[in-house]
């Protein structure tokens, strides 16, 4: 095997390409029976397209169709209007001692956002001094509050500065905005999570467990499969999110202030800081607040999407890593332990993460909103954002997004008391299967099996039931037979490998699908 890249240059025989997406959906093109270079010529365009080199050769810039233009059919709050903030601490109940600063941050490379809220007490100039010392300018910024408690995000100090003054200084102001003028509590992320490094060594573990070359590999590591999870620590660093988080929520409902600290203030706090508030906040458990949500820990306050994901080649390796998909695990690991307490269903992050490798919309495709502001101005890209669901999928579809188990009771617009108790312990952490196993046809099917046996039963049952209606027997249209005739779409996406391009018998089916075929 040879890895296609733009820095290699391809040999004129290639025989198979196989393409690994991040989502973990494989495709296998063969080119035995091809012309010769066909396979050559296929490479250079998937490198040519799939590494840019810059973020203006994105779709996102060159697609004009303006139906939604910046707009959503929902209400979404966007945290772009100085407004959203001041609604924000408002329904928190911290307008006595935090305020919505503005500053025009388009001027320059800034990863924060025009409006965030600061400590009231200090001026402008006085917090930009402060800002300076810390790493991207991020000092104390509010995002939340529960009584006379606040969840705030801190950057570390910037490398040259070695005296921690100006940290206790900044940590002095946050404490005088507490009415009761309780100590914080500082937790200092770097030190008790892992680093983003840590994070993408173990999502390409898991990566290449959940993306086995064919069969034979499969069944060759089914045996030792949960061992070797294990070692990708991909369960592990999902159970220390649940821990951390757990821990600084119990300090939230005893009052106490909780100012999250790491590197950047961009990855590790964007998921404690919104694991918390699931915790706390039974607003941000539905679909909508939800999406509030994402938009202000990770839109808004610019956690680098770009740089993360790998949207432009050239960004470095020690840059990219899917905090965002950890960030939907640990999520997702609150829907099993609570299955009551949420709106939004599995299927639904499972969405969510697709939706980063979706370039027509710009929700995910940007590092801050600094970039997305000088793309709107500079290249004319049209705004689309994501949360418009409906143009993307019909209503049967949609209705997927939500939970069947979820009893919403009435919502006050203020913080409710109720706090959920996650199970952080290792044996309590499950593999999220519809994301990380829809690819894989074998661990789709129920007991075992080979898959294109099973799927080759359900359209001969599926083909004997319209022969029963095609002769008069007039049988009831069952609702479970429209998922069987769903099941003539996956013949079109059948791909027929051969692995010996002489021996046609020898020839295998390969299927993918989203969920469960039916039992």
Known sequence: KKLICPQVKNSNKIDKIRIICKNFKTFTFGFQLSDVGKGKYIADALVKFAYPARHNLLFLY??????????????????????????????????AGWRVYSKDCRISDSS????????????????????????????????WGYHDAALVRLAELNPDITNTTVENILLEHVRRCDPQKRQPRLLELYKILPSIQDVNLSYIKLRDLCTPDNDQQFMAQDGRFYSMVEKSYWLFYVSLCLKHSDL?????????TVVLQEINGRDMCGVISSLVQLLLDKSYRT????????????????????????????????ERSPIFLLFLDCVWQLLQQFPKAFEFSETFLTTLWDSLFLPIFDTFQFNSETERYNAVHADHIILRPVWDWAKQFEGKDLALFTNPLYHPETLVNN??????QPRYFLR??????????????????????????????HILLNNIRKLRRTLGNHEPYETGDERMDALEQILSSMVVQTRDPDAATEATLSVSSFFLLPA
């Open 62 to 95: 060159q697609f004009k169709d303006n139906s939604c233009n910046g707009t959503t059919s929902n209400a979404t709050k966007m945290f772009r209007k100085k407004s959203d903030w001041l609604q924000e601490l408002e329904r928190c109940n911290a307008t």
């Open 112 to 143: 924060l956002p025009m409006h965030f809220v600061v400590p009231k007490h200090l001026s402008d100039m006085d917090y930009n001094n402060i800002s300076k010392s810390f790493r991207n300018d991020r000092s104390a910024i509010w995002v």
């Open 248 to 256: 600084a929520a119990k300090m939230l409902l005893d009052g106490q």
């Open 287 to 318: 679909l909508q607040g939800f999406q509030n949500l994402i938009q202000k820990e990770w839109i808004t306050l610019g956690h680098p999407f770009s740089d993360r994901i790998g949207h432009v080649a050239t960004v470095k390796s020690t």
């Open 415 to 420: 913080i409710d008391k109720e706090h959920l």
């Open 428 to 457: 309590d952490i499950e593999l999220w299967q519809q994301c990380y196993f829809r690819w894989m046809p074998h661990v789709e099917i129920q007991y075992g099996g080979i898959a294109q046996s099973q799927l080759l039963n």
